[in-house]
């Protein structure tokens, strides 16, 4: 049951930056004027990545990227079970 609660985390993660990472890119736009526009979706996926580190951090660690991942599973601090888990979610 505790895995079950880690990999629904981590969905809860990818969704929420997808959602609002990718949606300031949608929403602002890219116009190579000014530039505001690659400054904005930076700063709407750092904040996203530090606000999942506060909520789902202590639940799945927030790995919300498979790199992450893959990095724990090398160091050992991840089983092989719960990297596929973490992969698929």
Do not use: W
């Not at 400054?39 to 202590?58: K, R």
Request: proline share 2%.
């Amino acid at each position: 049951m505790k895995s079950i609660k880690k990999y629904i985390a981590e969905v809860i993660g990818t969704c929420v930056l997808v959602t609002f990472g990718c949606g300031t890119a949608v929403a602002v736009g890219c116009d190579s004027v000014s530039g505001s526009g690659y400054l904005l979706t930076a700063l709407a996926f750092g904040l996203v990545i530090v606000a999942m580190a506060y909520s789902i951090g202590n639940i799945s660690g927030c790995h919300i990227n498979p790199a992450v991942s893959l990095a724990m599973l090398i160091r050992g601090q991840l089983t092989p079970g719960d990297f596929v888990g973490y992969v698929i979610s």
